[in-house]
């Protein structure tokens, strides 16, 4: 998402290094990157043209901030005028007092609405918003059924009168059972065509002007770049739109879309679809947005995807087992399925800040083809050996076994052995409130971890410390010892 973009905007900022100020002349050719990559985005061409014209208005004259570069300056005009296109800040649901709140689904077949309106209802459930799915398409194959499925998997109740009846009748039903059950919200999935048709808005308008809803949100494929923002026009002309929800946008999306349809309509993206999972959709945060365009990461967006898989009492448990050196790798397992939870490696690299565009996507491949390998030799061990992992170090057998069982090469097996036991040797001597030097392995955010996802063989055996590690015996078989050294100013070192 956003990749070309992003590395688009990325030339705009070179145009103005060496430079003291932002002026007409200097600011021209960065202006002119940045409309380039708009426009390659699929942004819609009067946004792109109101854009543009906006930032070389806020950048033009602006004196250099001390310590701050005219390139940095410029980033910032950028990211402001992102913020204010896409909407400056997230517009929640509505909620009533007045129970049920009515949701309104629109939208084209193909846009992914039906499995949006799921993925909403499941959303709401875990603010702890209790909903009712009504299901309202009676015209395409198999609709009905697979919000009805989709509604078990997620444990959300559908309302349904089968394909014969009439799609505003089902509705105006849905909604009077919601209010006499006390629902909180109810969610109205509607019939989309394959293209905008009077017959589809009618239904649509009889249906609003029966059931009154209190959110009308138009579900826009994020792939469809400019063609969305007209789509959004008429849905808001002939309808009239509180809001959008895009989907597909973890796919091979340009962008546009997002940048268009709070533009065009003036009515705000509410939520975005990240992934294909019921569990995967977010609520829209213009500022965030901004962030991860211009390769700035999403730290708040990581924290609340931790906060949702994360259970605080068994974070608080692995925390004295890391400090005591218990850590095992059942834990460890623990911690890799927690991960895969949160989403693609990818995904979470991306909303790291200085890590989107640093890292290839072959080695992103190889980061997830090395998780997979980690998991299935650990699936492979006794739980007794996940336990003690003493017992692998000290048994070719075992790590044979394990690794035939894996269908990996017994050196895997071994390197992971290794790898995991000089991990617990440092989360111990951490735990003690040493802190040894840890050059050599900056890997994927705990320490060691870049030898077990790829680099590095086994040094001195399955339990001796690496070199530079307390315990560490030299070649000679003689530890070396350090002269004290005095250095001005610093006393005795």
Do not use: C
């Amino acid at each position: 998402m956003f990749e070309a973009l992003a590395d688009r905007l990325e030339g705009a900022w070179k145009k103005l290094r060496g430079q003291d100020k932002i002026s007409e002349s200097n600011v021209q050719e960065a202006l002119r990157e940045v409309r380039r990559a708009l426009l390659e985005a699929d942004v819609n061409l009067q946004v792109v043209k109101d854009f543009v014209a906006e930032v070389q208005e806020k950048a033009l004259g602006l004196e250099v901030v001390a310590g701050v570069n005219p390139g940095q300056q410029f980033i910032k005009v950028v990211y402001d005028e992102l913020v204010d296109v896409m909407g400056e800040t997230n517009v929640p649901l509505a909620q009533v007092e007045n129970r049920p709140t009515i949701v309104l689904m629109a939208g084209l077949q193909g846009t992914g609405k039906t499995t949006a309106t799921a993925k909403l209802a499941l959303h709401l459930r875990k603010i702890e918003r209790s909903t009712l799915l009504v299901a309202t398409d009676v015209y395409r194959p198999a609709a009905i059924d697979q919000l009805i499925t989709l509604g078990k998997q997620i444990g959300v109740p559908v309302f349904e009168m089968g394909s014969k009846a009439d799609p505003v009748e089902i509705a105006r039903q849905g909604v009077a059972k919601a209010r006499e059950e006390g629902i909180d919200t109810v969610i109205i999935d509607t019939a989309g065509r394959l293209q905008i048709d009077e017959s589809m808005m009618a239904e649509l308008a009889r249906i609003k002007d029966t059931v009154k809803p209190d959110e009308v949100l138009l579900v826009v494929d994020a792939m469809t770049g400019q063609e969305a923002a007209n789509l959004t026009r008429t849905f808001h002309e002939q309808i009239g739109i509180t809001g959008a929800i895009l989907t597909k946008m973890d796919g091979d999306t340009r962008g546009g879309a997002a940048l268009s349809v709070r533009r065009i309509s003036g009515q705000p993206i509410k939520f975005i679809g990240v992934g294909e999972k019921v569990e995967a959709l977010q609520p829209f945060y213009p500022d965030r947005m901004a962030s991860r365009i211009l390769g700035m990461g999403d730290v708040l967006t990581l924290v609340e995807k931790a906060q949702e898989e994360v259970d605080i009492a068994e974070a608080e448990k692995l925390t004295e087992k890391i400090l005591t050196a218990k850590f095992d790798f059942t834990d460890f397992l623990k911690q890799l399925r927690l991960m895969k939870n949160m989403g693609s490696l990818a995904g979470i690299m991306k909303l790291i800040p200085g890590m989107g565009n640093k890292i290839s996507d072959e080695q992103l491949q190889q980061g997830e083809v090395q998780l997979k390998r980690t998991e299935a030799m650990i699936n492979s061990m006794t739980m007794e050996e996940r336990k003690n992992p003493d017992l692998l170090a000290s048994s070719p057998s075992r790590r044979k076994r394990i690794a035939k069982g894996a269908g990996y090469d017994l050196n895997d097996v071994s390197k992971l052995v290794a790898d995991f036991q000089k991990m617990r040797t440092l989360m111990q001597q951490m735990g003690q409130g040493q802190f040894p030097g840890m050059g050599g392995m900056p890997g994927m955010g705990m320490p060691g971890m870049a030898d077990m996802f790829g680099g590095g063989a086994p040094r001195g055996g399955y339990n001796a410390p690496p070199p530079g590690w307390r315990g560490y015996q030299s070649p000679s078989g003689k530890s070396k010892k350090k002269k004290d050294k005095k250095k001005k100013g610093f006393g005795s070192l």
